[in-house]
Structure formats: C-alpha cells, structure tokens
C-alpha cells in the first residue's frame, strides 16, 4: 500500500463551524485517535505478517485460476512477493512518509514482472485487491480483540486505506501496461526481422523453426511469394486483400515500396488472386518453392513477375512470363538484344518508331492475324502488311520464320521492361 494515511487535520481545511455545531477540535481529536488506533494494528499485522502472507496465498488459490498455477509453479518466490508487498503496505500505513516510496517501487516492480511472465492483469490487480481486503480485515479484527470500543475510530481511515489500494493498482496496471507495450514491440520487431531475413535469404538454418513458430507457418512445405507494390497506401492495402484468395495462410512483411506476402501453397497450383489489383497496384506472383529455407529464392522471383507488371498496374504470375522473366532477369543481355534486334528501328523518328512498334506488338498480340491487329488499330490490314514489311526491312529479321519472330518479341518484351 502506498498512499500514506494522513491525518485531516494536516489535508482538511474545514469551514467556520456553523452557529450550535462540535468546536473543529473535537474534530482533530477523533482524527488523532483513529490514526492512533490505526497505527496500533497495524503494527501487530505487520509483527504477524507471515500469517497474513499464509492467508493470502491461500485466498488466491481459492480465487483466483490464473493464480494458482504461479503459486503451484513457483510456491517460494510467490510467497516471497507476496509477503514483501504487504510489508511494505502496513508499513505504509505506520509511516507514510518514510515506506510511500518503497511501497510503489514494490508494486511497480510486481506489475512489471508479472507482466513479463504472462500473468493476467485482471488476476493480478484481483490479488492486489483481494490483500487490501485482507488488510483492512486484519486492522478490523486486531482492533475488536484489543480494544472493542474504538473498532467505529477506524472509520475515519478507511477512505484513506482503500484511496492507497486504488493508488496501488493504479500503479500495477501502469507498470503492466508499460512492459506489455515493450513485449509488443519486442515480439513484433523479431517477427519483422526473422520475415526479413527469410525473404533476403539470408536466414540461418537454426532460425528457421524460430522463424517457423514465430510467422505460424509450417518450416517444411510448399511456399510462394507476392510482392504488391501500388502508388498509395489503400491502393496497396487494397491490393493486398486482392492478392490472396481467402482460406490462404499468408504472413505479410511490409517494405518501403513493396509488401511481400510469404503464402503456404500447400501441394495446389500457385495462388490465383481473388479479385483485380485496384487501379494503380501491381502483383507479382512469384515461383513456388519447397520449405521456409526457400522463401528467399521465392522473393526473387515474385520480385521479377512485379518487374513485369505494366506500370498502370496488374498482376502477372511468374509461371505465364517466363520469357518476359528471362529478358528481365538480365538486364544488361536484355539491352543488348533490345539494340541488335530493334536499333534500326529506334533510331527513326519518335512518331514513325511508335507506330512500327505498336503495330508489331499488336500482330504478335494477335497471333499473326493481320486482319485482327489491324481492327486493334484501327487501320486496314494492308496497312499492317506494309508496316510489318518495312520492320523486315530496317531490323533484317523476316516475320515468317519462327527464330526470327522469338526475337522481335523477347526484344519489344526488353523495350518495354527494360527502359531507363
């Protein structure tokens, strides 16, 4: 307990006793005597503060579950607490000024214990409560045995011991809380990094069932990565309840530019999303790969289906563009192709470049079919044959032979993938 019990006289101002009314005196002396009687039990609970500690542990037993089993666990240092914190709270009430201080220290250092080993706030402020009960009935029964006549003095001090209780949990609730909030953040920030270490592989073999444990993911079974990217945060977060169809275990690790969902495949088909990206968010489904030791090479790779997502946004699962992926994932290769296949081209004017390029994307977009990619835009399909035999002639490639069409499509894919 650690409010100390002060005599009114010292906190009360009262007003000018109205005409007929006791002299203030007569007020001070009763105040006088019931911290007199106070005192004198008070000291006698604290000469027999064993048996108070005994009767404590016995009642939360009894009342309180949560309890019980740190009682049954740890029977010596329950005890030990037990009977330090009432110590200091009958002191309290003998010596206010000089046991305040230690008797909140005591209670904040429970409260923030208590906290650390999982203990329920409500079972703990129910046991601070439950002693402040015992406490005043021990005051009760001490002062009807030694002096029956001024057991009613004490009730000019029970606000006094009851407002010390309320300090009391006050305090355990704030030191619990506190803690709590560190535990938090502890667990969330180790989470973090071992989702992390997972997604950059650089996770070490003995993390893994931490790792396993920690994301509520199985350590040996099949994983696939998403990386959404989107310009604004609801786009983003819209994107990410897109991404995953329900009923999927997903544990999702936020990035500064892209969120990474590690998913458990299971043995089915990669995950298919549940709805459109919203304007904006691009998706990235990447390969599947076996085991939690993988998901590293599963980032990588949904990293390289969202390098392919058009920039107005959408999803590409990696496993449909693998050709895309392969121009891609070699930046330097892909450039190179870009300006062997295409240089003549790029090397006209932007308007007449543009619709050479759009016009070989559209009939390759077509199947080879002149007369769709002519509907597409919006031209006769003898105009598309005359475009695409100027492209045969200024890129040397002929789009009737199958190598030569592989590498005007890898080409244009570079073009549009691979722009500075």
């Not at 000469?47 to 037993?61: E, W």
Request: aromatic residues 4%; neutral net charge; glycine residues 8%.
């Amino acid at each position: 307990m650690q409010h100390a019990v002060r005599s009114r006289t010292a906190i009360r101002r009262a007003p000018a006793p109205a005409p007929g009314a006791r002299p203030r005196r007569v007020r001070s002396l009763i105040d006088a005597d019931a911290l007199r009687v106070l005192h004198r039990a008070a000291r006698t609970l604290l000469d027999d503060l064993p048996d108070l500690t005994d009767r404590l542990i016995a009642a939360l037993q009894e009342q309180e579950p949560a309890y019980r089993a740190t009682i049954e666990s740890d029977p010596v240092g329950t005890w030990q607490e037990v009977h330090r914190s009432l110590r200091h709270s009958v002191a309290s009430l003998i010596d206010p000024r000089d046991a305040r201080e230690a008797a909140r220290r005591c209670s904040w250092q429970i409260g923030a214990s208590r906290a650390e080993q999982g203990l329920p706030l409500d079972a703990l402020l129910h046991a601070f409560r439950l002693g402040g009960s015992l406490v005043w009935q021990g005051l009760v029964e001490e002062t009807s045995r030694a002096a029956p006549e001024e057991v009613r003095l004490l009730v000019h001090v029970a606000s006094d011991v009851w407002n010390f209780v309320d300090e009391h949990c006050g305090l355990v609730a704030d030191a619990y809380r506190q803690v709590e909030r560190q535990l938090t953040w502890r667990r969330e920030n180790r989470v973090r990094l071992l989702a992390g270490a997972l997604l950059d592989g650089t996770s070490r073999i003995s993390d893994l069932p931490e790792a396993a444990q920690a994301l509520d993911l199985p350590e040996h079974a099949r994983y696939v990565v998403v990386a959404v990217a989107g310009g604004h945060p609801s786009a983003c977060a819209a994107a990410r309840a897109a991404a995953v169809p329900d009923g999927m275990r997903v544990h999702w690790h936020t990035g500064v530019e892209v969120d990474y969902g590690i998913v458990l495949a299971g043995d089915g088909e990669l995950p298919v999303p549940a709805a459109e990206a919203p304007p904006g968010a691009r998706i990235g489904v990447g390969s599947a790969v076996e085991g939690l030791a993988a998901v590293g090479d599963a980032r990588r790779s949904a990293d390289t289906a969202l390098g392919i997502c058009p920039e107005e946004g959408g999803t590409v699962r990696l496993p449909e563009h693998l050709a895309a992926a392969l121009v891609v994932s070699s930046p330097a290769l892909g450039k190179a192709l870009v300006a062997r296949v295409l240089g003549p081209l790029l090397r006209l004017e932007p308007a007449d470049r543009d619709v050479l390029l759009d016009t070989l994307a559209a009939w390759l977009a077509c199947d080879g079919s002149a007369q769709r990619a002519g509907e597409r835009l919006y031209c006769h399909r003898n105009t598309v044959l005359n475009r695409l035999r100027r492209c045969e002639q200024l890129t040397g490639r002929c789009l009737a032979r199958p190598a030569d069409v592989v590498e005007i499509s890898l080409a244009l894919t570079g073009h549009r993938l691979l722009r500075d």
